[in-house]
């Protein structure tokens, strides 16, 4: 059974960090793509960042560049999502994705699997 599990949102000031994990399980993740997706109420799911496999090249929203660093394991089956100098329009619900190929990183509708998601909530 594929699983993704997210963790390490909640509560955090504006200009604070947070650090988020995505643990695949289920079946080898090395060689998919992995994404964070975040959706506000109310809004669209959004493309955040995306790492190929091997880490062999990172993407990411023009909001989320320069803050934001993808990273994942060596065993490629944890992602990781550093969030640096978070501004209260950060806040939303984050989620993981899988997908087996780079085409369409930034495209929700193209990845295969979804983690539940973690809540993340700036305050001003």
């Known amino acids: 059974q594929v699983q993704l599990v997210e963790s390490g949102g909640g509560l955090v000031q504006a200009g604070g960090s947070l650090r988020l994990s995505c643990a695949a399980s289920?079946?080898?993740?090395?060689?998919?793509?992995m994404g964070w997706f975040r959706q506000a109420p109310g809004k669209e799911r959004e493309f955040v960042a995306a790492?190929?496999?091997?880490?062999?090249?990172?993407y990411y929203t023009d909001s989320a560049k320069d803050r934001f660093t993808i990273s994942r394991s060596i065993a490629g089956n944890t992602v990781y999502l550093q969030m640096n100098s978070l501004k209260p329009g950060d806040t939303a619900a984050y989620y993981c994705?899988?997908?087996?190929?780079?085409?369409?990183?930034?495209?929700?509708?193209?990845?295969?699997?979804w983690g539940q998601g973690t809540q993340v909530t700036v305050s001003s």
């Open positions: 289920g079946r080898t993740f090395s060689s998919y793509v």
């Open positions: 994705a899988a997908k087996r190929t780079p085409a369409y990183y930034d495209s929700a509708s193209r990845y295969d699997y």
């Open positions: 790492i190929t496999r091997n880490s062999g090249s990172t």
